[in-house]
């Protein structure tokens, strides 16, 4: 594990962000923060990798089970996620189509997702909350019609994400996915910030989920339909891409809606998603108070 981690979280009910290491979390905002108010701020100046090297010459502030984690990057301009970029997702849907030509994709909201170790919410609207295991690319710096070859060079960090789905409303209209895809705390993300650093780091990778310890989803971001390259290079093209900006890659095969009969998250479970040199979100899951 790469020992530089980068999270937001909150303690005494103020919200900080640090560097994690094994031991706790040391506090950069206390040092960095009238310099940089947010870890949005810290991407915009390409100085994650300083930020966890002065860290790692600090003690810790925090114990880990002191804190709150929240999501990485408070409220990201887009959080823009990519459907059905899997093959084997592709033949799930079993409608005869060939994979597409260009990536679906939605969008989410800031308020959908919790951090790391929250519970995510199952909504008293429906009990069909599903789990998706995904890589997330998070902008550091700005493009518009972005050339695939230097796409990659607008990363700034990468972490996980727990694209929760509430699987009726998804099917609520004919074009699109948004309701079922937006419910206040459905999803999931973090725990970290691991900044970018190669093509290596995100070619081909493990990406696995687990819910209450049993594999669910387990596929290698080598076999994506539509690159990392590409993606940014196609989302590029209708908007411009800002330090911050949350790219949600896509999800394996394997989550609930797809067993007969479906398997859908209860109160209680645990659901954990983990990629190689990433690291592992975790939720527990609750239903939404009366």
């Known amino acids: 594990m790469t020992s530089h981690r980068l999270a937001t979280y909150s303690i005494g009910g103020s919200t900080h962000y640090g560097a994690v290491t094994d031991n706790g ?25 300083k ?18 984690w929240l999501p990485p990057i408070p409220a990201p301009e887009k959080i823009i996620c990519i459907g059905v970029n899997y093959p084997d997702r592709n033949a799930e849907y079993k409608d005869g189509q060939d994979a597409l030509k260009f990536p679906s994709m939605f969008m989410r909201t800031p308020r959908s997702f919790v951090g790391h170790d929250a519970p995510l919410v199952r909504p008293r609207a429906s009990a069909q909350l599903d789990y998706e295991g995904e890589l997330v690319l998070v902008i550091g710096k700005a493009g518009r019609h972005i050339p695939e070859s230097t796409a990659l060079d607008h990363i700034a960090a990468v972490t996980l994400c727990n694209e929760g789905t509430i699987r009726d409303w998804v099917r609520h209209a004919k074009f699109n996915v948004t309701q079922g895809k937006n419910f206040d705390s459905t999803g999931s993300l973090g725990p970290w ?35 990392f390259r590409y993606l940014l290079h196609y989302i590029s093209t209708f908007t411009t891409l800002v330090p911050g900006d949350v790219i949600v890659t896509g999800t394996p095969t394997g989550a609930g809606a797809r067993f007969d009969p479906p398997r859908y998250l209860r109160p209680g479970d645990v659901i954990e998603v983990e990629a190689d040199g990433v690291g592992v979100l975790r939720n527990g899951v609750i239903d939404e108070s009366l």
């Open 51 to 68: 930020l966890a090297e002065h860290a790692a010459r600090r003690s810790p502030d925090h114990a880990l089970d002191a804190i709150g």
């Open 193 to 227: 910030l691991v900044p970018y650093a190669s093509e290596s780091q995100i070619a081909d990778i493990r990406l696995s989920t687990r819910v209450n310890g049993e594999t669910r989803q387990d596929d290698r971001t080598g076999r994506l339909i539509f690159g």
């Open 25 to 49: 979390i040391v506090d950069l905002s206390r040092h960095f923060g009238r310099e940089y108010p947010t870890l949005r701020e810290v991407v915009a100046a390409g100085a994650l990798t």
